[in-house]
């Protein structure tokens, strides 16, 4: 199955600054999606980025917030712009790889 | 977008029996059903799945049964061991789509 490498795997911020989570692939997909997680809840979908067209966003999230990118079918970036302690939490990527959804490791953030 | 319900919220065995973790959906056009254990400070790991051509998939000591009429799919761990212990997720999406995850259920298993 596809292996997704997430980096950075954590990041301690600052409040009004923006942090970029890169994802990277090792095969070809079509969807990529990204997740939210806050402490002891479950995944929440943010977005889900295809390929050469704009990110389609979940109710509660919005594009200024929360910027991505999918330049090709291997890569994809989540920014998280304007931080608050609120946006603490732990942000994941996935893709359908044909056999199923492939997560990558997570990136925990803290804004202090 | 789809609804996922995943009761019971926490879970306590003891060592060597069973558990049974259950999940509603509510879009009828959801037809793939994947599980997901996620250990502390860890991203979900995929441990089983079904699709909706399928009511019952068994892996070793893992099973996961669907009822697509009734909307809801079910996860047996029979024999639990402590390492079976973790959070998990039931999820469900239409193929290759956007997928929404249960609310989770913690699993405790008593040595």
């Known amino acids: 199955s596809a292996v997704i490498s997430q980096k950075p795997s954590r990041d301690i911020c600052q409040r009004g600054t923006s942090l970029t989570i890169q994802c990277q692939v090792d095969s070809q997909v079509t969807m990529m999606f990204w997740y939210r997680q806050q402490p002891g809840q479950s995944l929440t979908l943010i977005a889900t980025?295809?390929?050469?067209?704009?990110?389609?966003?979940e109710s509660g999230f919005v594009i200024d917030k929360f910027p991505i990118s999918r330049p090709n079918l291997t890569f994809s970036t989540l920014t998280v712009s304007n931080m608050s302690p609120e946006d603490s939490s732990i942000y994941l990527c996935?893709?359908?790889?044909?056999?199923?959804?492939?997560f990558g490791s997570g990136t925990r953030l803290t804004v202090v | 977008g789809e609804n996922v319900e995943q009761h019971p919220s926490t879970l306590s065995v003891q060592e060597g029996d069973s558990a049974v973790i259950k999940c509603t959906y509510s879009d009828s056009a959801s037809n793939y059903f994947p599980w997901y254990k996620q250990e502390l400070g860890k991203g979900p790991q995929l441990i089983i799945d079904?699709?909706?051509?399928?009511g019952e998939k068994k892996d070793q000591r893992i099973a996961v049964t669907l009822n697509k009429t009734a909307k809801h799919f079910s996860l047996h761990i029979t024999e639990t061991q402590p390492e079976d212990s973790a959070v998990y997720f039931c999820a469900a999406s239409y193929e290759g789509n956007q997928f929404y995850f249960g609310t989770g259920t913690s699993l405790t298993v008593i040595p």
């Open positions: 980025a295809n390929q050469g067209s704009e990110a389609t966003y």
């Open positions: 996935s893709a359908w790889t044909g056999a199923g959804y492939t």
């Open positions: 079904i699709r909706s051509n399928v």
